[in-house]
């Protein structure tokens, strides 16, 4: 079963725009994992943000965690055409890091 | 980062037989491994977990003599889909972790599966 949930279920942006998604889940978690999705393709890990973590940099990824909320959020900055792809937030909730992936967020980066 | 393969990337069966998927970690040694089933522009839905030297673990609603799943080495689990039919064509993922590194999971390129 899924535990995430994320918005937008879709984002159509510009190169060069700020692209923000959001992801919620229901139980506690040991971490909150986010992957990117080409079409047809397999995950690409992206991020992995601690549950005694707020906030993570990777390039032009931020990620977010707001524990007492139980949502995490993604931010693409200077978005570019080849970040076209499907965003999935993912949560780690049990001893052998099963996760379990929200619904994804199709983004896509016009030229 | 770390790398896992999966074997074959696309296959194409007649209903009623049975298909084997291969899912390596390269690099690394993974006690579990997982795997995923995804439906067109639908999210990923785990069907189970794969430890090695056990037996799987299967999330419920999957049934286990259908979708067979052995781990037999640290760096090798394989799932059978038994009998095809139709409606087990899919985009079939599987996963592993390092468990020496953090709990970061990287998932092998998938295997498409069409079943006439």
């Known amino acids: 079963s899924q535990q995430g949930e994320e918005d937008p279920q879709a984002l159509s942006i510009q190169e060069g725009e700020n692209a923000t998604m959001n992801c919620s889940y229901k139980?506690?978690?040991?971490?909150l994992q986010w992957y990117r999705q080409n079409s047809g393709r397999g995950l690409v890990h992206l991020i992995l943000i601690r549950s005694n973590e707020r906030e993570k940099h990777s390039g032009r990824l931020r990620v977010t965690l707001d524990t007492s909320k139980k949502s995490s959020s993604l931010l693409i900055t200077a978005s570019r055409a080849a970040d076209t792809a499907s965003y999935f937030c993912?949560?780690?909730?049990?001893?052998?890091?099963?996760?379990?992936f929200g619904a994804g967020t199709q983004v896509v980066v016009t030229p | 980062g770390a790398v896992v393969s999966q074997h074959p990337s696309r296959v194409i069966c007649k209903s009623g037989t049975s298909v084997k998927i291969e899912c390596r970690s390269l690099?690394?040694?993974?006690?579990?491994m997982f795997w995923y089933r995804q439906f067109p522009k639908q999210s990923l839905m785990l069907m189970a977990t794969s430890n090695e030297g056990s037996k799987a673990t299967y999330e419920q609603g999957v049934e286990k003599d259908k979708f067979l799943i052995n781990h037999a080495s640290l760096t090798l689990s394989t799932l059978t889909v038994t009998s095809a039919h139709p409606e087990d064509s899919s985009f079939y993922i599987c996963s592993a972790s390092d468990q020496l590194s953090d709990r970061t999971q990287y998932f092998g390129p998938g295997t498409r599966l069409l079943v006439l």
């Open positions: 993912a949560t780690d909730t049990d001893s052998w890091g099963k996760l379990q």
């Open positions: 139980t506690s978690i040991n971490n």
């Open positions: 690099d690394f040694q993974a006690t579990t």
